[in-house]
């Protein structure tokens, strides 16, 4: 290991040094040709430069240093580039074109003659040195122009009463201000959608039209903005909805006695069902433009976005007829997916000298009662091995995890009161009944049976406010420490932990989720997001044994059907602030808090299932999952074999509070494929018990001393963005470890000689290994 990262360090500083001196390599260029390496705009508007450089043409950009160094490595021979490389590797050199200069200029002088600066001159200057061309776009913007006044011609006076209620006090473009041809556009846009969604059908952009005089004296303009009516006619005609209709097609088979068509009198709806598969009320619910109301465009949208979330269909077209002069026909056409489905997944995971593979399945009917409900089931198989084990390839295993569970989804909100039933304006709503067996062994230490049945509720207030309510939450448990392990643990003394997990218990209770603009989490702007999540079990039982005189186990615990039930209170925020700062660049800072509470039948105990865990792909990145804290708590004073029997069940808590902060860029637009982002991160946390436990010591929360336990990481990530996915990489490294004391935390200044200070970590930890680099796979973004 200690060979493999010195070798992993050398590599990457000899292929940093082979990037920084050969990227802008010029020697493949011919003797007249000059390697665009700087490219600037100076003078005019500071606030309008990043805007005007997106006017300046692609193939004057220089070019990234990894593209350019790529494709020097791969497409050159004898010293020159390679003729009629089609299929080329990297980013062709950006070499300078005086014409494809002037096209820039150009395109930078119109836009800012669209901005107010309708005298503008943008002029060029190139200078070269050893084939490398720098080119500087020299502003002379002059002074820009503003709005004398503003006359607005309607023809159509319902039109004009639309605009003078809805648009006019919102306008963009007012008197006094810079001229800005962008902000007319918006309030044409403005217009156009107001008029889709009150009843216009035919109206076009096209009928809205601006005239600009500037020949006015002190660098002022007249606006002249009308709106005609249609060719041959003196108004607009206003639509409205006739007859509304639904079919839906059968592209597999002839249309057959399985076919219904029938008109549903209370809906006004006829319905055409070729497949014989689907029942006309569940789907109606999201068919929002309906006979007897206006043509509405955002309705057409809405429904349009409702019926693909359901997930059953491939195809939705929503078509209209003009039947009478101011009368429309709808017709919704639905194409559905294949009713059933199978997804078969494996992956290889390899961590902290440990390797294994997950092999999974999924059933899918897309369609089991008629109205797109969809049933998943899913198993599930992991093994993971540990080459420090004694024996052939079966006694190496470490663990074995088995899952199998069935979702049964509703794409509406099964409730006994209407209220809900409308909801659907901002997202799907979906009713879920869930069900899953898993079953865990931990070869020679824990065996864990855990059975739970959740009836879940989804909805949105809003398009970016999401609540997740989950009323009932059922689950058994049924938790066994090895005979033999148990006995040493007895042994050494940590009946604790004995009692927290060689259990069987019951648990009834309820979840609540409220999300805070989870859909702007793949865009580059700013925003923040927050999830807050509260998980309560127990309380409807602990009234009930009050009530009813529950029996008691030795324990002292009440208990049901002779199985104790789980009584605790848990809540976990997770806030973040994302800054775009322009092009591919982002910044995220993370701060993810929770805390459990065990109380009244459990006041001393909280399960392993119901613990936080610090360290993993989407925490502490430099650290494996469940191997960081709690507190200072050091595995080192623990018998060699408990340690090899308690790895990833020992370093738990019940306060958790985790931070990340990181820069994300992008490093290559074109790599097999995809897109090749980067990603720089600081990493910082722990995780505490809320009391003093024998098998812990250092472990519990203080608030003199949680400072110096938060563990720090840091690293380096690559992203790989195919636009439908991305695949992450990242490597973690330790820069301060809470295990140790004072400035021995402080382990990065091992980094680089790691030799002794692994081995005696080695020698006092057996048969853990220290190590400072941990690499993460994973699908999707941390956070």
């Not at 099964?414 to 009713?431: A, D, H, R, W």
Request: hydrophobic share 35%.
């Amino acid at each position: 290991m200690i060979k493999q990262t010195t070798y992993f360090l050398y590599a990457s500083i000899t292929l940093l040094l082979l990037i920084l001196s050969g990227c802008r390599s010029t020697k493949y260029l011919e003797d007249e040709q000059a390697l665009v390496t700087d490219v600037d705009i100076t003078g005019g508007d500071p606030k309008l430069k990043e805007r005007s450089s997106l006017y300046v043409s692609s193939e004057l950009r220089p070019n990234s240093k990894m593209n350019l160094f790529i494709y020097n490595t791969f497409n050159t021979k004898d010293g020159k580039y390679k003729k009629n490389n089609v299929k080329s590797v990297g980013e062709a050199p950006h070499i300078l074109d005086t014409a494809l200069v002037e096209l820039s200029s150009k395109q930078i002088q119109r836009f800012l003659q669209t901005k107010g600066y309708f005298n503008a001159e943008v002029k060029p200057e190139i200078s070269i040195k050893k084939k490398k061309a720098s080119i500087d776009f020299k502003v002379v913007s002059g002074q820009s122009y503003t709005i004398r006044s503003k006359e607005v011609k309607i023809e159509d006076p319902q039109v004009e009463k639309l605009y003078n209620d809805w648009l006019a006090p919102h306008s963009h473009v007012k008197i006094g201000e810079r001229y800005d041809a962008e902000k007319l556009l918006t309030d044409r846009e403005n217009l156009y959608m107001l008029l889709k969604t009150n009843g216009y059908y035919d109206y076009v952009r096209q009928y809205m039209r601006a005239g600009v005089d500037s020949s006015l004296r002190n660098y002022q303009v007249d606006l002249k903005i009308s709106v005609d009516n249609p060719p041959q006619l003196d108004q607009h005609t206003l639509y409205y909805i006739n007859n509304s209709a639904l079919t839906i097609r059968n592209l597999n088979q002839s249309v057959g006695k399985r076919s219904k068509t029938y008109r549903d009198t209370v809906l006004n709806v006829n319905f055409e069902d070729q497949t014989g598969n689907f029942r006309l009320r569940p789907l109606a619910r999201y068919m929002f433009v309906k006979s007897g109301d206006k043509y509405d465009l955002s309705k057409e949208n809405l429904s349009y976005d409702r019926l693909y979330e359901m997930n059953g269909f491939r195809s939705v077209k929503i078509l209209y007829e003009k039947v009478d002069s101011n009368k429309l026909n709808v017709r919704y056409e639905l194409i559905p997916r294949p009713i059933m489905g199978n997804q078969i997944e494996g992956e290889y995971t390899f961590s902290s000298g440990m390797s294994g593979f997950n092999i999974a399945n999924t059933f899918s009917h897309r369609n089991i009662f008629g109205g797109a409900e969809q049933l998943e089931i899913k198993m599930r198989y992991g093994v993971l091995f540990d080459p420090r084990l004694k024996g052939n390839l079966a006694q190496k295993i470490f663990n074995n995890d088995f899952q199998i569970g069935a979702n049964l989804i509703f794409p509406r909100l099964l409730v006994p009161f209407g209220i809900f039933n409308s909801i659907g304006k901002y997202g799907l709503p979906k009713t879920t009944f869930s069900s899953n067996l898993q079953i865990f062994n931990q070869d020679n230490a824990y065996s864990n049976r855990y059975f739970i049945n959740t009836l879940n509720y989804t909805w949105f207030e809003t398009a970016n406010k999401q609540h997740s309510y989950t009323p009932v939450v059922l689950e058994y448990r049924v938790g066994k420490l090895d005979a033999a392990f148990e006995q040493q643990l007895f042994d050494e003394g940590y009946l604790l932990y004995i009692r927290s997990n060689n259990r069987e218990y019951f648990g009834l209770g309820s979840q609540y989720t409220y999300t805070l603009n989870a859909p702007k989490l793949l865009k580059l702007e700013d925003f923040s997001y927050f999830r807050g999540a509260i998980d309560l079990s127990g309380n409807v039982l602990g009234v009930a044994s009050k009530l009813f005189s529950f029996s008691q186990n030795e324990d002292g615990e009440r208990t049901l059907f002779d199985v104790p039930y789980l009584q605790y209170a848990k809540l976990e925020l997770d806030y973040r602030l994302y800054r775009h700062l322009g092009g591919n660049r982002q910044f995220v800072f993370r701060i993810n808090p929770g805390i459990a509470i065990p109380y009244g039948n459990n006041s001393s105990l909280l399960i392993f299932e119901k613990s936080f865990y610090s360290g993993g792909m989407n925490g502490i990145r430099a650290w494996q999952a469940r191997t960081l804290g709690p507190g200072s708590y050091n595995r080192e004073g623990l018998d060699e074999s408990l340690r090899l029997n308690l790895r990833n069940l020992d370093q738990l808590g019940e306060i958790k509070l985790e931070g990340n902060a990181e820069y994300r860029f992008r490093l290559l637009n074109h790599f097999l494929g995809a897109k090749l982002n980067g990603a720089t991160f600081v990493d910082f946390g722990n995780v505490w018990r809320l009391k003093e436990n024998e098998l812990n010591p250092g472990g519990e929360f203080k608030f003199d001393k949680f400072m110096t336990q938060i563990a720090i990481g840091s690293g380096f990530g690559l992203r790989f963005d195919s636009d439908y996915f991305v695949i992450r990489l990242d490597a973690g490294i330790k820069v301060k470890d809470p295990q140790f004391e004072g400035k021995d935390q402080w382990v990065i200044k091992h980094f680089f000689d790691q030799k002794d200070f692994k081995q005696s970590y080695y020698e006092s930890h057996k048969p853990d290994r220290y190590n400072f680099i941990q690499y993460n796979f994973g699908i999707g973004f941390p956070f």
